[in-house]
């Protein structure tokens, strides 16, 4: 599976940003998706998941980013979508799409993903 990130940008605090995960190669109904970050100096971190529909779509958040952002996917589309609201600048960094088929209990582990996309920066000025 390849998957290409998009909409990243420039945003001032307390703004929004709508980021794409594009995929092709194969459909990824089958597939877990989801979202990572990684801010300069820091750790990739784990921002949201959401299951294959056999699980229901059900989603996972990161605590900081609870309330403010959504996960949303469209098989008809082969996309995954970050809907990102309410920005602040620590939320600062190049976000990753990524996709799995490992059981659900490990959605929050970046080791378990198998195809990553490019990344796309998000810079909030404050």
């Known amino acids: 599976v390849q998957l290409q990130a998009s909409g990243g940008g420039l945003v001032q605090a307390g703004g929004s940003l709508r980021l794409s995960c594009a995929a092709s190669?194969?459909?990824?109904?089958?597939?877990?998706m989801a979202w990572f970050r990684q801010a300069p100096g820091k750790e990739r971190e784990f921002v949201a998941a959401i299951s294959r529909s056999a699980y229901g779509r059900s989603t996972r958040y990161a605590d900081s980013v609870k309330g403010r952002f959504s996960i949303s996917r469209d098989n008809a589309k082969n996309t995954m979508y970050l809907q990102m609201n309410t920005l602040k600048p620590e939320d600062t960094a190049v976000y990753y799409c990524a996709v799995t088929q490992i059981v659900w209990a490990y959605a929050e582990s970046s080791e378990r993903y198998t195809s990553w996309g490019q990344g796309t920066l998000v810079t909030v000025s404050s």
């Open positions: 190669g194969r459909t990824v109904r089958d597939f877990h």
